[in-house]
């Protein structure tokens, strides 16, 4: 038996009308591509207001505050990012920044006692994914890690039936994911020159080194290592946690996998991967990753001893029903949908697959020690 499965956006709108004093006063860090897509999102739903932007590019701020402006918000802006998250009008964050600062910023909000809303990958390595899963434990505060699959309704029900045997036991998960961003014509190199400021001392400060100026690196990060993860983090994690949610697995036993580099001078995280998962329960899960291919492709296949159940990508962006989970969750303190704790082990997987990757070693995670080991 096969299931074949077609994945469609619902643009429902759920945002209702409320009180100006029962709104969420939301602090925005990160103006690109996702952060502008958040604030729209965010604009759409009456109960929320945008109190403040920080971005390390002008423009970006400057052209994000002016759209939250023009919906009737009091929006100020904000050129370090610490100063957002230290303004007592601000009760929720949304961290939308490269990678490498996803953890640290996560931190410090929580600390500051904000609510947070952190883009995936969640983390740049393993030791900063365990520090903020403690962290997590230990703090009152609202998590909600940008796994949009986790309130979309297709996922949602899927995993039911899944749970309820409509494949048997699992035992296989197959699944592609591609995209053309490093291919040319669509990957921007060489010669970009910015007329208005970026202060790229403070984009780059929470890097584990320093190098000088470079645009290169403000647009491509994720293709250094250094900042980002690449195509295996950058693909590999949504995909990842969608059939970690439709299958209930969760941290990995055994990761190994092969990459090839990229043809880009300094990029160097793999361009494409082959990954192999071991699950404790016996689980085996292939998924193979690809930056350079000619169009953007997602299928997956699940398959049980009863049946199998195919996923053919067709446009996916659950993002508002994500949002407004997170600020339900901030009202009613309930738990939100994508959790540290629930959402860490498809990062984790990544981020062990990478490592495999330069390693050229079979990486295993060590479920009592909470640490990840290399054979």
């Not at 429902?12 to 925005?28: D, E, F, I, N, Y």
């Not at 883009?119 to 505060?141: D, F, I, M």
């Not at 994720?222 to 693909?235: I, K, N, Q």
Request: a positive charge; one cysteine or more; hydrophobic letters at 40%.
């Amino acid at each position: 038996m096969t299931r074949r499965l077609f994945i469609f956006t619902s643009s429902s709108t759920l945002a209702a009308q409320v009180a100006p004093s029962k709104q969420v006063v939301v602090g925005v860090i990160g103006a690109g591509f996702r952060g502008l897509q958040l604030l729209r999102e965010c604009l759409a739903d009456a109960s929320v207001r945008i109190g403040a932007v920080c971005e390390t590019y002008e423009p970006r701020m400057f052209g994000a505050v002016a759209l939250a402006r023009s919906q009737g918000h009091a929006t100020r802006y904000y050129r370090i990012y610490g100063d957002l998250i230290a303004d007592r009008d601000i009760e929720a964050v949304l961290i939308a920044t490269p990678d490498f600062w996803h953890c640290r910023m996560t931190l410090e909000a929580l600390q500051a006692g904000k609510d947070v809303y952190v883009e995936q990958p969640l983390c740049h390595s393993w030791q900063e994914g365990v520090e903020l899963l403690n962290a997590e434990k230990e703090s009152r505060q609202i998590v909600q890690v940008g796994s949009q699959r986790r309130s979309s309704l297709f996922f949602t029900e899927t995993a039911r039936q899944l749970a309820g045997g409509a494949a048997g036991h699992i035992q296989m998960v197959q699944a592609l994911r591609t995209s053309n961003y490093l291919r040319p014509g669509v990957l921007h190199r060489g010669g970009v020159k910015f007329r208005d400021p970026l202060n790229f001392p403070d984009w780059q400060a929470g890097a584990a080194s320093q190098v000088s100026y470079s645009p290169d690196r403000f647009l491509n990060w994720r293709f250094y290592s250094m900042y980002g993860g690449g195509p295996v983090a950058d693909l590999g994690v949504h995909i990842l946690d969608g059939l970690h949610m439709l299958t209930g697995a969760a941290y990995p036993a055994v990761v190994k996998a092969s990459g090839i580099p990229s043809k880009e001078e300094g990029f160097d995280a793999a361009e494409r991967a082959a990954i192999v998962v071991e699950y404790p329960n016996g689980m085996l899960l292939s998924l193979s990753i690809n930056g350079a291919a000619p169009n953007k492709q997602e299928h997956s296949l699940v398959e049980g001893d009863g049946g199998r159940i195919q996923i053919d990508r067709q446009s996916l962006d659950p993002t508002r029903r994500h949002l407004a989970n997170f600020f339900d969750s901030v009202r009613t303190r309930r738990p939100p949908n994508g959790s540290v704790s629930k959402t860490l082990p498809a990062t984790l997987v990544c981020q062990m697959a990478n490592l495999a990757i330069t390693s050229n070693r079979v990486v295993r995670w060590d479920s009592v020690g909470s640490r990840v080991t290399a054979d």
